[in-house]
């Protein structure tokens, strides 16, 4: 079956542009998770979105860093005036609800390029 | 917060080799531990995880060991192949994740470059 998809696969924009990064989870999850992930680095949590809840916004770094889940499926994540800081690849991932499926599925991710 | 550090950074074996890959974790009260095998250009991929109520778990080729009291958590692979070289990643949870809830908000080492040379 599909798995989480994210697009663009690759972004490169100018310093001080807004950029929107789109994850497709997979059918069905209600959890859905941003990270991020610096070159040679590990994942960093951003923000956390499971149902109708109020997402956990705990890990973003800024205001610049926004998201949105609609309709509880598909989320966007912008990040507003991009500093060059902000070049990384940010994957998304989804998780089942159902009691016991911990697992965490994750995009391919979206490399984001600040020039 | 938990807190997750994870060693070695690299880690090259000649194929057939065993490899073992350690992570230490600050919150005692967390009780689920992944393991994620990222791929060049693809997301991490779960491939083996442990509950606090055992202290070791096989599929495989794969094994992890768990150690509450020392608070760390060990990914071993008995004759690797060049396939598995990749970068692993293990994880924690924050102490309030329940096991069968979504709420996993994971807190991720800085990964292992595993190398396997044919």
């Known amino acids: 079956g599909a798995g989480v998809s994210q697009s663009p696969s690759n972004k490169v924009t100018e310093k001080g542009k807004d950029v929107e990064l789109r994850c497709d989870p997979i059918?069905?999850?209600?959890?859905l998770y941003w990270y991020r992930q610096s070159l040679g680095q590990g994942l960093e949590f951003l923000i956390y979105f499971q149902g109708n809840s109020a997402p956990d916004k705990s890990g973003l770094p800024s205001d610049r860093f926004s998201a949105e889940r609609t309709g509880g499926s598909v989320s966007t994540l912008t990040i507003q005036r991009t500093q060059q800081e902000d070049s990384a690849v940010y994957l998304c991932a989804s998780s089942s609800s159902l009691a016991g499926a911990v697992e965490q599925f994750f995009g391919p991710g979206t490399r984001l390029t600040v020039l | 917060g938990e807190n997750v550090e994870q060693h070695p950074s690299t880690l090259s074996v000649q194929e057939g080799d065993s490899a073992v890959i350690k992570c230490t974790y600050s919150d005692s009260a967390s009780n689920y531990f992944p393991w994620y095998k990222q791929e060049l250009g693809k997301g991490p991929q779960l491939i083996i995880d442990?509950?606090?109520?055992?202290g070791e778990k096989k599929d495989q080729r794969i094994a992890v060991t768990l150690n509450k009291t020392a608070k760390h958590f060990s990914l071993h692979i008995t004759e690797t192949q060049p396939e598995d070289s990749a970068v692993y990643f293990c994880a924690a949870p924050p102490s309030s994740y329940a096991g069968g809830t979504s709420y996993g908000k994971l807190t991720f080492g800085q990964g292992t470059i595993l190398t396997v040379h044919p």
């Open positions: 059918s069905g999850h209600t959890a």
């Open positions: 442990i509950r606090s109520n055992v």
